[in-house]
């Protein structure tokens, strides 16, 4: 029962709001691989979402932002930047990235939470920044954090909110991780 008044509360929203929703770029011309995780609040360019393609087992984190034009230009030439963006295969974006016209992320690659990818990021590697840079191959990011892991605490999926987290864990994880990272399998 839950179920079905989550799912027309859904549907009201998206015809009293106008919301659009994977679907609706999907048919509007956006190309989706198969396998991706789009997470709440990813905006699309809706005005140009056909210039998008996102390639398979693309992860992109919420409030990313994926912009195929920019009108900064307008009042200046009289003209819109428009682009292309093509995100390959494999490929992980944080929250709150942008993803700027004429950008092609190579497979295999992570854009850092809060980045502003304005040129092209090479595959096997990992962006960050603003203006985004590569700071460091997949490899070097791979090594990095498995150092990181044999210091760390670990933890297993009874310490995520799908795990039904108790109180008394929450706080203990909290206080443990003021001053260093831990994992969660």
């Not at 709001?17 to 609706?24: A, H, M, T, V």
């Not at 210091?151 to 987290?165: A, F, K, M, S, V």
């Not at 991780?177 to 831990?182: A, D, K, M, P, R």
Request: charged fraction near 20%; aromatic fraction near 8%; charge should be positive.
């Amino acid at each position: 029962m839950i179920k079905i008044i989550s799912y027309i509360k859904a549907r009201l929203r998206k015809f009293i709001l106008e919301e659009k929703w994977l679907d609706d770029y999907i048919n509007m011309g956006m190309k989706v691989g198969s396998n991706c995780s789009i997470h709440p609040g990813v905006i699309f360019d809706y005005s140009h979402c056909w210039m998008i393609n996102i390639g398979n087992n693309v992860t992109i984190a919420p409030q990313a932002y994926l912009l195929a034009h920019d009108a900064s230009t307008k009042k200046l030439i009289n003209y819109t930047k428009i682009g292309s963006i093509t995100i390959e295969d494999n490929v992980f974006i944080g929250a709150r990235a942008l993803i700027m016209p004429g950008v092609t992320i190579g497979e295999n690659s992570i854009v850092a939470a809060g980045a502003i990818v304005t040129k092209n990021v090479p595959p096997n590697t990992v962006a960050a920044g603003i203006p985004a840079k590569v700071v460091s191959t997949i490899e070097e990011y791979v090594e990095k954090n498995k150092k990181l892991l044999e210091n760390c605490d670990i933890y297993d999926n009874n310490h995520t909110i799908r795990g039904n987290i108790s109180i008394e864990n929450k706080k203990k994880m909290y206080e443990k991780l003021i001053s260093q990272v831990g994992f969660i399998q």
